[in-house]
């Protein structure tokens, strides 16, 4: 398809300029009580996480930064050194290689929007070792 863009590390960005979470696919590791989405741009990915009352966000580190904001329901979260609970409209950094995670409070999902970048193939594998959804099999937005 000549109007596709494949960036640097050979992630395609998207064509869309404005979207709905409602109109993307998903993916869904359900021993982890986790669902995600994902829409690549050039030098970015946005990702939706949806994790289930009672899971946990595990510690882990990349070697991307990461910004995420909790839109809602309530973290136990960890950063590097720094623990605190969280709660809607809060966000972290998490800059290359440092630890983080965290533990979903409440009987509330944790819903939670990361930026990370560069857009490279890492976690596109992540992504990959999940079970596919479609649109309509992710959970709804919460409006």
Known sequence: MSDTLR???GVIAT???IFSWDELDGVRWD???LEAQIISGEHMHLIRAVYEPGSTYEMHSHPHEQFSLL???RLLLTVGDETREIGPGDGWYAPCDVAHGGEVLGGEPAVFI???SPATTWILGELATARPVSAAGCAPNES
Do not use: A, T
Request: negative net charge.
């Open 15 to 17: 064509s869309r300029r």
């Open 114 to 116: 990361d930026v990370y």
């Open 31 to 33: 021993d982890e009580g």
């Open 71 to 73: 839109l809602s329901g």
């Open 7 to 9: 960036n640097e590390h």
